[in-house]
C-alpha cells in the first residue's frame, strides 16, 4: 500500500517534524508535502492527489482559515485537519470546527493525530498506510 499522502500547512520545520515523527511512530507510512505560503499552498493544490491536509491556524501571511477556503475549493473531498498552538484551543477548536475542519489537534496533544487520521480516512472510506 502506498504512503498516505499528506499536505502539511505549516511555517515550523521543528512542528512538522514533531508531527511526523509522531505518525511514524504509530505506524502510519506518510510521504508530505510542507507549505508555508499562500502562493505554494495554490501549487501544491494544483497537483492535487493528497490524501490529507494538515495545516497550523497562524501563518505568515495567511491564516489556516485561508488555507482550509482554499482546500475546500480545489479538493472538497480531502480531510482537513487544524494543528494549532494557538491560545484559548477551546475557542479555537470550536471555530476552526464551525469553519468547515474535520478535526483540530492541538499541538501539545499530538498523540491524538494518529488515531485522528485514521478515524478520518475510516469515514470517508479511504485506507491508512500502517
Keep these: 500500500m502506498p504512503a498516505l499522502r499528506i499536505l502539511l500547512v505549516e511555517d515550523s520545520a521543528d512542528d512538522a517534524e514533531l508531527l511526523a515523527i509522531e505518525l511514524a511512530d504509530a505506524g502510519i ?61 477551546s475557542l479555537t477548536a470550536e471555530a476552526a470546527l464551525m469553519a468547515g475542519a474535520d478535526a483540530y489537534v492541538c499541538k501539545d496533544a499530538l498523540a491524538r493525530m494518529p488515531p485522528t487520521i485514521r478515524a478520518l480516512l475510516q469515514r470517508t472510506g479511504s485506507p491508512c498506510p500502517a
Design 29 to 89: 507510512e506518510a510521504s508530505w508535502l510542507r507549505v508555508d505560503r499562500e502562493a505554494t499552498l495554490q501549487a501544491a493544490l494544483v497537483e492535487g492527489g493528497y490524501d490529507l491536509v494538515v495545516s497550523d491556524l497562524g501563518l505568515p501571511g495567511f491564516d489556516g482559515v485561508e488555507a482550509l477556503q482554499r482546500v475546500r475549493a480545489a479538493a472538497p473531498g480531502v480531510p482537513f485537519v487544524f494543528c494549532s498552538g494557538a491560545p484559548v484551543e
